[in-house]
């Protein structure tokens, strides 16, 4: 079963995983690189200071932020400009 996985776990543990994922994206949207995110992820969870879930959740939010800059830079755009930062945005 597909949905197994939400039933069997604790609500607390999503919520938990969503804050990551949130910290990911924010994070990458300040230093505007998701390579530094994932590479600091890779750090904490070498160091055993973050655990295989969070690490995983902190590098997804980094490749969703990625998608923070191209449509900040296009809000003073138009046309194709901003269609093309929304695609990117959606493919994410």
């Not at 994206?25 to 995110?37: D, E, F, G, P």
Request: hydrophobic share 55%; with cysteine.
């Amino acid at each position: 079963d597909a949905l197994s996985w939400f039933v069997d776990h604790d609500l607390r543990l999503l919520t938990e995983l969503l804050v990551v994922i949130g910290s990911g994206v924010l994070l990458t949207a300040i230093v505007q690189s998701s390579t530094a995110v994932i590479a600091l992820a890779v750090a904490l969870l070498s160091e055993g200071l973050l655990g295989y879930p969070n690490a995983a959740a902190l590098v997804l939010g980094a490749n969703v932020g990625t998608v923070v800059t191209p449509l900040y830079a296009s809000l003073e755009c138009r046309g194709e400009v901003r269609a093309l930062a929304s695609a990117h945005a959606i493919v994410k």
